[in-house]
């Protein structure tokens, strides 16, 4: 198995950009988990979703953060327009049912917004 | 909602020497418990998990970590560590109510010395 899948590893853009970060979860996982890394603020979760459904994206900071789950097999998180705090690693994650498993963990992408 | 402290930041240790990293949770249900290991520049990866049952939990390269309800603690151990083990330990928690998504310490870097 490949693992959870992430791209880009790495961006680099500007302010005002648009960002795309995409993730691939586990074949046969039902539950998708964004979450951001920063210095200040630690891991935090920024959405998650049950069946490709959002199920609670309380941790989205603000309108300029989407994210979508078009299918069971891939998800979105887009910034627009990107600010230079939202410099961070975004991880996403995958975890099969029921409630309680481990979750899965891809290598991040590492986002700097100049 | 739940809460985690990790109260230690740094936790400098010899090699081959015991290590305990400390993990305290607030939360009005039940949960259930986590540490993952973050090496430096990737993603998280399970090292134990507390579900229910047996309160002393075995992981993986040594590790072990006790559920001290009364306590809300959730402390990891190693008896004797090794270079390799020098990364960020993050415990986690997540509620028994459905909700899937983990909430993280801020993390404990250990820091193994030759």
Known sequence: DAGVIQSPRHEVTE???EVTLRCKPISGHNSLFWYRQTMMRGLELLIYFN???????SGMP????S???PNASFST???QPSEPRDSAVYFCASSPGPHGNEQFFGPGTRLTVL | AQSVTQLDSQVPVFEEAPVELRCNYSSSVSVYLFWYVQYPNQGLQLLLKYL???TLVKGINGFEAEFNKSQTSFH???????ISDTAEYFCAVSEDTGRRAL????????????
Do not use: Y
């Not at chain 1, 069946?51 to 994206?57: E, T």
């Not at chain 1, 603000?62 to 953060?65: A, G, K, S, T, V």
């Not at chain 2, 310490?105 to 820091?111: A, H, K, M, V």
């Open chain 2, 76 to 82: 990891l151990r190693k008896p004797s560590v090794h």
């Open chain 1, 15 to 17: 302010m005002g950009q």
């Open chain 1, 51 to 57: 069946n490709n459904v959002p199920i609670d994206d």
């Open chain 2, 52 to 54: 229910s049952g047996s």
């Open chain 1, 62 to 65: 603000e309108d300029r953060f």
């Open chain 1, 77 to 79: 998180l887009k910034i």
């Open chain 1, 67 to 69: 994210a979508k789950m």
């Open chain 2, 103 to 114: 909430t993280f310490g801020s993390g404990t870097r250990l820091q193994v010395q030759p």
